[in-house]
């Protein structure tokens, strides 16, 4: 049987630990939210589009694909049983930078699904005059914080340049 003592400590030191857990369990839940970044301008969304192709062109990457997602969209809401558009236009654009995607892929392999980078663009139907322009920040495998803070700064600065 356990003396008093050591049974108050034993619950102590219990309860600190579960209370850890917890703290460890929402710290590691919240870090797999995705952190979504959205910048708004006012402009043509048209203007705005080739603004950021040229922001990105600018940074020496190739735009690998442009994904009008307004369009799909539009044309499969119906088959949902939504008759209302919530994008006027929307796109993405996807990209990848070479140096980049190396330092990812020796930073981890599994890191191959961080690529390409995509940065969303796109107009609501209740705020047309309104572009908005949206990218996520990569969360990488451990031991890739360097590189992923390079992406993250990357994507930041191609849109501080569309934007001016």
Known sequence: ???AKIKSIFIALLGFFLINLVIA????????????VTTKVSGNYFEVVQSLRSAIL????????ELHASD?????????????SV?????ILEFCSAKLSQELSR???DNIVVCPFTIGIYS????PQ??????????GKPGSEKVIKEIEELLASIVEDATW
């Open 1 to 3: 049987m356990m003396n």
């Open 25 to 36: 369990a929402e710290n590691n839940k919240s870090a797999r939210i995705p952190k979504i």
């Open 58 to 65: 600018g940074k020496g990457i190739n735009i690998a694909h």
């Open 72 to 84: 799909m969209l539009q044309r499969t809401g119906p088959a949902y049983g939504y008759k209302k």
């Open 87 to 91: 994008y006027s236009h929307a796109q």
């Open 107 to 109: 930073a981890d392999p």
């Open 124 to 127: 609501l139907v209740t705020e």
């Open 130 to 139: 309104i572009v908005h322009i949206s990218y996520q920040v990569p969360n």
